[in-house]
């Protein structure tokens, strides 16, 4: 996956700790984002991992800690924070 540039407002969330609610799931999940391109991003969630492990059934089951990619289209929302001294200059 390319990593969009240093002033993409999607590049500034990879690394990040956020919340995040998509329309593929009833729930929100907790985890990192790890990597984002124009369309999407990639987001390692143990809770997300284990939601998918109980709907795959074992097809995650072979797989050494997955990610998972979602399309920007599917999100429903996202929190997460920044250093109050970032947010103020903002």
Sequence with gaps: MSLLGPG???AKLVGKRVLL???LFSRAFSGTIVAADEVGF???SDDLISALREITGNALNSMDAPNVY???STLEWLVF???KS???SA
């Design 70 to 72: 979602l399309p920007f």
């Design 81 to 83: 924070s920044e250093m």
């Design 8 to 10: 993409s407002s999607h």
């Design 42 to 44: 990639c987001f390692t």
């Design 21 to 23: 609610k998509s329309s």
């Design 86 to 88: 970032a947010a103020a």
